[in-house]
């Protein structure tokens, strides 16, 4: 079998490591104004303009950890593009890439459910990094449901002419 080496962005959430693939990744952002949008999730925070562009953020912290963060200097937005959507996700630290092998890769060994986030664990010397699934995560019902609702409510707010 031979060794694939993915590079990853790791990023940190209440002191665990978390790895997505850089492919997914448009940008990272530090944290900036967000206007907040009623009935929705409490995992979706709102919306920003990211250089010219509104886009839904998440916290990952909530999806991930169930429990909101406060935000520090530390804090980061990923912009992520997968299955055709953009939207940051909010992230208590992101600054480090790096070379994962393929080898270096284990398979969660608890049965994973569709909810799951969870793609792998790769344990790199002292440390260990979970690998997150971005595909299932916007699949998620929660992310499902706000991007539904967002759609519609930034039809009706927004004049698009």
């Known amino acids: 079998m031979s060794t694939m080496n993915s590079r990853m962005i790791i990023f940190k959430i209440a002191k665990e490591e978390y790895a997505i693939d850089i492919h997914q990744v448009q940008s990272i952002e530090r ?6 949008i009623p009935n929705t999730s409490p995992a979706l925070i709102g919306v920003t303009n990211i250089r010219g ?20 200097d530390q804090t980061r937005i990923i912009l992520i593009d997968a299955q055709d959507k953009s939207m940051g996700i ?35 010397e002292n440390r260990l990094v979970i690998l997150i699934d971005i595909e299932n995560l916007i699949g998620n019902d929660h992310v499902k449901q706000d991007m539904e609702f967002l759609k519609s409510f930034i039809k009706d707010e927004v004049a698009l002419d």
Do not use: C, H, Y
């Open 53 to 72: 562009k509104v886009l839904p953020l998440f916290d990952l912290r909530i999806l991930l950890s169930s429990s909101a963060t406060e935000n520090t």
């Open 31 to 36: 944290m900036q104004e967000v206007t907040a």
């Open 90 to 124: 909010v992230v208590d630290e992101a600054n480090e890439v790096l070379e994962i092998s393929s080898e270096s890769i284990q398979q969660p060994s608890f049965t994973v459910d569709q909810q799951t986030f969870v793609k792998g664990v790769a344990t790199l």
